[in-house]
């Protein structure tokens, strides 16, 4: 009998904007173990595909248009995590991560509102000089959780579990 915590990871984009951005959050969310995105806005409704997206994750993870975010958190009894540069947020290096949360991200070209971030349970930001693409933001974020989870062995099977069929080099 396993003693492993049962732990979810959920994406909330307020109003993104380009299909890129949202490739690279859906390979990420394959990557980091992600159970769903949702976003808001209708930006990204009108753009065109997942071109950064080459390990077609949008089949397994579909982003789901929501008309808010919090709601969502409620719907499914996560805790919000808001990720955003503002004064007063926790650094992310120094942030527990909640066993079962929704990470609420801002759009490329803005902020979360401040009515969202009012009812977030915390908000965090990733220590750099100056802003970070919204996608480097959301890998930065599922990675600092995923080496902060007490359940995941940094192993060979790790490894080999995670490479594609183009790497089978090995150290000797």
């Known amino acids: 009998m396993s003693n492993s915590i049962k732990t979810s990871a959920h994406i909330g984009?307020?109003?993104p904007k380009s299909p890129e951005n949202m490739g690279s959050i859906l390979r990420a969310s394959g990557c980091y173990q992600v159970s769903s995105i949702h976003?808001?806005?209708?930006?990204?409704?009108?753009?065109s595909q997942y071109v950064t997206d080459t390990k077609k994750r949008y089949l397994d993870i579909s982003p789901t248009h929501v008309t808010?975010?919090?709601a969502v958190a409620k719907t499914l009894s996560l805790q919000t995590v808001a990720v955003e540069l503002v004064e007063g947020a926790i650094p992310l290096p120094h942030f527990s991560h909640p066993v079962n949360a929704l990470y609420v991200f801002g759009p490329e070209d803005g902020t979360i509102e401040q009515s969202i971030l009012d009812e977030c349970d915390h908000v965090v930001y990733v220590p750099t000089i100056g802003c970070m693409n919204l996608a480097a933001t959301v890998n930065v974020v599922l990675y600092d959780r995923m080496t902060k989870s007490p359940q995941l062995a940094f192993n060979n099977d790790l490894i080999v579990a995670s490479r594609d069929t183009n790497n089978r080099t090995r150290i000797r």
């Open 13 to 15: 984009l307020v109003n």
């Open 39 to 47: 976003y808001t806005g209708t930006r990204y409704d009108r753009a």
């Open 68 to 70: 808010n975010i919090i």
